[in-house]
């Protein structure tokens, strides 16, 4: 397996110490509404992410055979995808 190099240090566009100097004036408040109890009643929390699976998948260790694992790799992306279909039609 081969290191993958580093990725570049993310740069910022805007300018920082103008962004920590500045104050928040008492007119710069009016822009900003009172939150009111039926604001946060209707309130919802997003966790984001990607939504659970109904069929989770388990994490196994399977040693098999050199030969079947590059038969496997041979037929392209999503080979691992391709077995577990396979695997899960023999009953």
Do not use: C, F
């Not at 110490?17 to 009643?41: G, I």
């Amino acid at each position: 397996m081969t290191a993958k190099k580093p990725a570049s240090p993310r740069s910022l566009t805007s300018d920082l110490a103008r962004v920590d100097a500045h104050s928040v004036a008492p007119h710069e408040y009016d822009e900003l509404p009172e939150l009111t109890d039926d604001m946060l009643a209707r309130a919802q929390v997003n966790k984001g992410g990607r939504p659970l699976s109904p069929n989770p998948r388990k994490l196994i260790s399977l040693r098999l055979p050199a030969d079947v694992i590059e038969r496997w790799k041979a037929t392209g992306a999503g080979w691992q995808t391709r077995m577990a279909e396979r695997l899960s039609k023999v009953r």
